[in-house]
């Protein structure tokens, strides 16, 4: 019966090498971080912006918020707050007549997984 062959030993990489790589490593764990810092900054924003807005009833400014604050939200994985954000931004816009930016909205509602039923509990 034949054995498999092993693969021959491979040699060790040069320490030059493995420091590129554990250097590109730090970096991209950084760029991350630095992505996740931008992302709460941008939110921070928004937020205070939506505020003015909404102090001065400029509803196509709030729209505008929502409509961002939905973009940071789907990128973070929270679907269901994206899904909300951009609902009542399409509503906003609706209501001062911004029809493309509805439009823009409604591809962007569509393009989120449909929602899971909820689940029903038996009652005991």
């Known amino acids: 019966m034949l054995t498999p062959a092993r693969p021959p030993p491979q040699e060790p990489l040069p320490l030059a090498v ?19 810092s931008e992302k709460r900054r941008a939110d921070a924003a928004l937020r ?10 400029n509803q196509d400014g709030i729209a505008r918020h929502y409509s961002n604050l939905g973009l940071i939200h789907e990128k973070r994985g929270n679907l269901k707050q994206a899904r909300e954000l951009w609902t009542k931004a399409r509503k906003l816009y609706a209501r001062v007549g911004v029809l ?6 409604q591809d962007c509602l569509d393009g989120l997984p449909s929602e899971p039923p909820p689940i029903k509990r038996k009652r005991k």
């Not at 590129?20 to 996740?36: D, G, M, P, S």
């Not at 493309?100 to 909205?105: G, I, R, T």
């Open 18 to 36: 493995v420091r590129r790589v554990e250097q590109a490593e730090i970096e991209a764990r950084q760029a991350k971080e630095l992505a996740q």
């Open 48 to 57: 205070k912006a939506l505020v003015i807005d909404e102090t001065l009833g």
């Open 100 to 105: 493309h930016m509805m439009e823009e909205l």
